[in-house]
Nanobody
Framework: QVQLVESGGGSVQAGGSLRLSCAASGITNDGWCLAWFRQAPGKEREPVAQIDTYGNTAYKDSEKGRFSISQDSAKNTLHLQMNSLQPEDTAMYYC???????????????????WGQGTQVNVSS
């Protein structure tokens, strides 16, 4: 059974940084995609950054250069380093996973089956 537990959210001022983590269990072998999505109040959930077990990544265009996704395979942990945060980054951030998945040409995927409960990020101006 796949379980995803996010941590690392909090409140920061504009220009600050946060590092989100997602502890993943039940994910074994290759062929998985892991992702960060976010949902701001009144808006649809959107993909932010994704990585597969082959090391391929994909980013939302506006976050390239500010956000960096990485995974610690030994600890089954996914991270999202977020720099230069702005008030518009305020949202609930979710970790997601999908099996039999591979990222191609940096294209974001939307078809994730497994989700965490989310961690809140608040950025004040």
């Amino acid at each position: 059974q796949v379980q995803l537990v996010e941590s690392g959210g909090g409140s920061v001022q504009a220009g600050g940084s946060l590092r989100l983590s997602c502890a993943a269990s039940g994910i074994t072998n290759d062929g998985w995609c892991l992702a960060w999505f976010r949902q701001a109040p009144g808006k649809e959930r959107e993909p932010v950054a994704q990585i597969d077990t082959y090391g391929n990544t994909a980013y939302k265009d506006s976050e390239k250069g500010r956000f960096s996704i990485s995974q610690d395979s030994a600890k089954n942990t996914l991270h999202l380093q977020m720099n230069s945060l702005q008030p518009e980054d305020t949202a609930m951030y979710y970790c997601a996973a999908e099996r039999w998945c591979r990222l191609l040409r940096g294209v974001l995927r939307y078809d994730y089956r497994y989700w965490g409960q989310g961690t809140q990020v608040n950025v004040s101006s």
